[in-house]
């Protein structure tokens, strides 16, 4: 009976550990959200430079991203009042993806530069469309003034931000679309939305290759995200309109790597397996990128086929130092997601803003990486 | 002899009791921690979140309480969603959609339970083929794309309203109240929780084992298509990727709601609570905004308190048991 008693007691304890964790990471405050999480990606955009830049004409090492800065910002004039203290809530996709770990930071460094309160939620996994749809909701019935959402899928959020609209917040959708249609049918709307022009990424990337291989051409292949997903669809778009307008290029395969790194890697070393002489691969993402170079690298034929990737995250603009990766498509997460937040604020305001804003792109390679030092 | 009846009974009940009293612990704790937490929409969003869960952890009690498992059931969902979408896009009415889309799911349940009963194959090997397979057709019939915009008569399963109410939320009460009978009082359900405690006692006596295994997992299918349907019409749009780890999702409901891994014992009243309870925590930890790794490590670390605080529990019980019935002998 004691022995029942201690064990139910113990159960007790784990329950109250649990809620006592729970009130450790409640509040929404910068400083929980500073934590080291991030898989070492992250950790250069951690470098607090951004004060420097801001206020004087900044070292000429960062002119590609104040470029950039100033492109965003004069679309979005006029800017709306700063330091309001409004809470805006994010919802990414997944923290097991540091491209999205240094978006999460990206928010919260501008959030702190606006002077406004920003919480940033997630999905556990980059597939798991249902548990992305239910965090939503669960924002939703907090007082936020307005949130800023990134879909897995166009469809899987249209639900919780019918229900937002209701609510009176205002939705801003980043990057991955939205689908209006189906938001319509559904009785809501979008406030706004900011995106990179993924079709363009692709784009970019095959003419880049294609300058590469020359008259000569070969074969190539593309490695893309989740089947469906609008990155994936667009970027594979974009690469294989290119790719199939050029002179003796072909695509030899398409293949889903799930924007995963193990799945990536295996069909790299299949494709090199079935293609001993393929000449390039575009991948739809730099952790894709990073596990095709792998593989090559791997199997000893690293040597004379161009990898591309896409997001310009950490890890990459280190493997194109490196010269592991050939480059990527970058567009600045510093820029992007604090423009995503001045969006939210003008939409509060009361702002009129444009149906849809694109973040400028930039072409990494090894010829002109030394101009993104500092990127972030 | 009544006394010990009664004992046996309390003790039957005492872990869903618990799983009520810590439930009941967070609803207090996170209503004092957050204004958000305890108002009518919230919770709301709560019953409507755990509806899914609790549809597809009752046909995985079935096939726990069986002794085996089912990983298939979450594409499983994403099929049958699939098979509905495309049934309706070639004009068929929604009501014959629907019924495709649990056919289908009935049918991969079927296979399932073939293959286990007549190969002799482990469940969990079985299943995992059956993940792969399912999501693989899901992902070749939409070709990837989610398909969209479906008739109202048939997006009302997932967003109708039905006083405060909505239809998966009395869909899954009603599916609970039916399983709860079948499992408890019929033949069907008696068969099952044989299957799991002895399988060669339940054969000896004369059972057909195939049968009755065939369709344990015939109905864990047939409620992974409604689960299926749920998420289909609820989004408007069958997705390739719905229900992407929904079968972790409902293994670990059903295991913290007192079904035993081992087969042989289950109930549909703790997996009932044990879905609201994980369905609470998720909930409330975003509306604490806490970041999403600690809710897995959370949603993990309950879990495994309440295997163990089980297995302890059941040991000890077993123990009693043997003691009383060498008393009773002597």
Request: hydrophobic residues 50%; proline residues 4%; negative net charge.
């Amino acid at each position: 009976m004691k022995e029942k008693m201690k064990r139910m007691l113990a159960f007790m304890l784990l329950f109250s550990l649990v809620a006592f964790a729970a009130g450790c990471g409640s509040p929404a405050s910068p400083p929980a959200s500073g934590e080291k999480t991030g898989t070492g990606a992250a950790e250069e955009v951690k470098e607090d430079d951004d004060e420097v830049e801001k206020t004087a004409a900044g070292p000429a090492m960062n002119s590609k991203a104040q470029e950039i800065e100033q492109v965003l910002m004069d679309q979005l004039a006029p800017l709306p009042e700063f330091n309001t203290g409004e809470k805006i809530g994010v919802l990414i996709i997944t923290l097991a993806n540091p491209f999205w770990v240094a978006m999460k930071e990206g928010y919260e460094k501008a959030g702190a530069e606006l002077g406004i309160e920003v919480a940033v939620m997630a999905a556990p996994t980059e597939g798991d469309t249902k548990s992305q749809l239910e965090t939503l909701d669960a924002m939703v019935a907090r007082d936020y003034a307005a949130i800023v959402a990134s879909p897995i899928e166009p469809f899987n959020l249209v639900p919780g931000v019918v229900r937002a609209n209701k609510k009176g917040i205002k939705v801003i959708n980043l990057g991955p679309p939205i689908s209006k249609e189906a938001l319509k049918e559904a009785g809501g709307w979008l406030d706004g939305r900011i995106t990179v022009d993924y079709e363009e990424q692709g784009a970019m990337a095959a003419e880049y290759i294609v300058e590469k291989l020359g008259p000569a051409g070969g074969k190539v292949a593309i490695i893309q995200g989740i089947p469906g997903a609008g990155q994936s669809e667009g970027r594979t778009a974009g690469a294989k309109k290119v790719f199939e307008a050029a002179e003796n290029v072909e695509i030899v395969s398409i293949q889903p790597g799930n924007w995963d790194r193990n799945t990536a890697y295996n069909i790299a070393s299949n494709i090199l397996q079935a293609h001993p002489d393929i000449r390039a691969i575009f991948c739809c993402n730099d952790v894709m990128a990073l596990a095709a170079a792998d593989a090559l690298e791997a199997a000893g034929k690293r040597e004379g086929v161009i990898i591309f990737g896409v997001d310009f995250i950490s890890e990459a603009h280190e493997a194109i130092k490196e010269g592991k990766l050939d480059g990527s498509i970058a567009y600045s997460i510093r820029v992007y997601s604090k423009a995503a937040l001045i969006l939210a604020l003008k939409t509060v305001q009361g702002h009129a803003i444009p149906d849809e804003v694109f973040s400028p792109l930039a072409l990494v390679s090894k010829e002109n990486v030394a101009e993104f030092e500092g990127w972030e | 002899m009544n006394r010990t009846k009664i004992k046996l009974l309390l003790g039957n009940i005492f872990p869903q009791l618990l799983l009520i009293l810590v439930m009941l612990i967070m609803v207090i704790f996170l209503s004092v921690a957050s204004p958000f937490f305890l108002t009518w929409d919230n919770f709301r969003n709560v019953f409507d979140h755990s509806s899914l869960y609790i549809i597809l952890a009752l046909g995985m009690t079935f096939v726990i309480s069986s002794g085996g498992v089912d990983l298939s059931v979450g594409a499983v969902a994403a099929l049958s969603g699939v098979c509905m979408a495309v049934a309706m896009q070639n004009g068929l009415g929604v009501g014959t959609s629907i019924l495709i889309g649990l056919a289908a799911g009935g049918l991969v349940g079927a296979a399932n339970g073939s293959i286990i009963s007549l190969f002799k194959i482990n469940p969990f090997i079985v299943t995992l083929g059956f993940m792969s397979l399912a999501r693989g057709l899901a992902l070749i019939i939409t070709g990837g794309i989610p398909i969209y915009g479906f008739p109202r008569a048939f997006t009302w399963w997932g967003s109708g309203h039905i006083g405060p109410l909505n239809p998966p939320m009395l869909l899954a009460a009603f599916m609970a109240a039916l399983a709860a009978l079948v499992l408890n009082m019929s033949r069907f359900g008696y068969y099952t929780l044989a299957l799991g405690g002895n399988e060669e006692a339940l054969r000896r006596s004369g059972v057909s084992i195939h049968l009755y295994k065939i369709m344990v997992y015939l109905l864990c299918g047939v409620t992974a298509a409604l689960g299926g349907l749920i998420v289909t019409a609820r989004l408007n749009t069958a997705e390739p990727l719905a229900g992407w780890m929904l079968e972790m999702d409902s293994i670990a409901a059903v295991v913290l709601g007192g079904t035993s891994m081992k087969g042989g014992r289950g109930s549909i009243a703790g997996t009932l609570i044990a879905c609201l309870l994980l369905g609470i925590l998720r909930n409330g930890l975003v509306i604490l905004s806490i970041p999403a790794y600690y809710q897995q490590l959370l949603i993990g670390m309950i879990i495994l308190s309440a295997v163990i605080f089980a297995e302890v529990r059941s040991r000890k019980g077993l123990a009693s048991t043997h003691k009383k019935e060498r008393s009773t002998a002597v």
